[in-house]
């Protein structure tokens, strides 16, 4: 796991947050109509290649042992991300992609210090997760919203396209989960897994400030 990790703040580097293929982005701006599967797999394909919502994914589910409570927290930022994105295409209100994404970094870097215990220690408090979680779920929405209103999707079937697209995104979520799923389980049943977790986090912080630190330094050079 602490590999994986290594490779994903080596991406997060090198790598665009929400980055939409050429091919991917020419089919979005020419296609018109109805689209219902298509749209499905563009969305499936985005989630699962999104590495900066893994990664929010996965310090989520860190310290969750409980299917019960991990499908809470699952679902609060299903409906966050959800509701931001269809509401943000559909009213054509989007957040620029350098600053949506250099929050979506400050995500995974908060949650990271929150599964390390920072705040208690910093400041004596405990936010609460859940709320954070359906939070930055809207933002999250924002940056799929934002990526989608840059490409110019056609007004025509647009409503049915958006939910198909978000149909697509919830199915690459419960791919990208249940993978990390199977990768935690073996991990916690090693002995050395309290002593890793807390690198595995370090790792995690240092790949979401990383990924704001290259968002702001490319809206302040655009």
């Known amino acids: 796991m602490t590999l994986v990790l290594l490779g994903v703040l080596a ?3 090198t790598a665009v947050a929400h980055a939409v293929t050429l091919g991917d982005q020419g089919y979005i701006q020419e296609i018109t109509g109805v689209n ?4 499905i797999y563009l969305g499936a394909k985005h989630m699962v290649t999104g590495y900066d919502h893994i990664l929010f994914l996965m310090g989520v589910i860190f310290f969750l042992y409980g299917m019960k409570e991990i499908g809470i927290y699952v679902t609060l930022f299903a409906v966050g991300h959800s509701t931001t994105m269809l509401a943000g295409v559909w009213f054509n209100f989007g957040i620029n992609s350098y600053i949506i994404d250099a929050i979506i970094g400050f995500s995974v870097a908060y949650k990271a210090l929150d599964n390390l215990g920072a ?3 910093w400041f004596g408090v405990q936010p609460n997760t ?3 979680t359906l939070i930055f779920g809207f933002l999250h929405g924002f940056g799929l919203a934002s990526k989608i209103i840059d490409y110019d999707i056609s007004p025509d079937g647009l409503l049915p396209n958006l ?4 149909v697509g995104v919830e199915i690459g ?3 990208a989960l249940a993978a990390i799923l199977v990768v935690m389980t073996r991990w916690r049943a090693t002995p050395s897994f309290v002593r890793q977790a807390y690198g ?3 790792l995690m912080m240092v790949a979401g400030f990383t990924l704001m630190g290259f968002q702001i330094a490319g809206y302040i050079v655009t």
């Not at 219902?36 to 749209?39: H, S």
């Not at 939910?163 to 978000?166: K, L, P």
């Open 119 to 121: 705040f208690q220690k």
């Open 11 to 13: 991406s997060a580097t």
């Open 36 to 39: 219902i599967i298509p749209f």
């Open 200 to 202: 595995a986090n370090v």
């Open 163 to 166: 939910i198909a697209f978000n």
């Open 130 to 132: 859940k709320m954070a």
């Open 173 to 175: 979520q419960l791919l």
